[in-house]
């Protein structure tokens, strides 16, 4: 798992680490598009009972950054896993 610049600097303001991702890719996820960018995938799943969401470049491999998920990308999940 290749981390960014920018997620490096992130994780530490958002209490994020790199055993946390595994957590989240580990269990009920859901992977959907990202709206501005083609090559950019988001990535929503819970840990500690709270929804996350990690931003990748899929063609990268790297995890651009990762913070809580956003109203419609609950939704999605939500309904992903009723």
């Known amino acids: 798992m290749k981390l960014t610049k920018h997620f490096?600097?992130?994780s530490g303001e958002r209490d994020i680490y790199p055993e946390m991702l595994s957590k989240i890719l580990s269990g009920k996820y859901i992977s959907t598009p990202s709206t501005k960018d083609e090559s950019v995938e988001l990535i929503t799943g819970?840990?500690?009972n709270k929804l996350w969401t990690i931003v990748m470049n899929i063609e990268t491999g790297s995890i651009i950054t990762a913070r809580r998920a956003h109203g419609k990308e609950i939704r999605v999940y939500e309904e992903a896993f009723k």
Do not use: I, L, V
């Open 8 to 10: 490096q600097k992130r």
């Open 46 to 48: 819970k840990h500690d």
